[in-house]
């Protein structure tokens, strides 16, 4: 009877600690150089940046190519006006999102 305690209590609590350990929780998302909202001339930026190893990232839904380590680099082209830019990144079933605002005044 103690060891089915042990079992149902024990094990699944060592279970998310080694996953959490493991780096099994929200995948980071970090941008380079980059402000929440910015004005450029150009009719493109580029987005610079890292995800945790063995996420995915989408950009407005596109998937985007990672190096091994995580870094990406990304040249988005912009409409004139307000361009809204969704970066999401997904590991073992968990996203983190974020946006970035680019308004395109050519």
Sequence with gaps: RL???IVVLIVPAYVAFS???SGGGAP?????GEAVSSMVHTPFTTLRGTVSPSSQLFINNS???LHYNGNF?????LQSG???IDLVARRYGIT???KRTIIYNP
Excluded: S
């Design 19 to 21: 996953f959490e350990r």
């Design 82 to 84: 307000i361009n809204t």
């Design 3 to 5: 060891t089915i305690i």
């Design 96 to 98: 983190t999102t974020t």
């Design 28 to 32: 980071t998302l970090v941008l380079e």
């Design 73 to 77: 680099e990304e040249k988005i082209a």
């Design 63 to 65: 998937p985007v190519m």
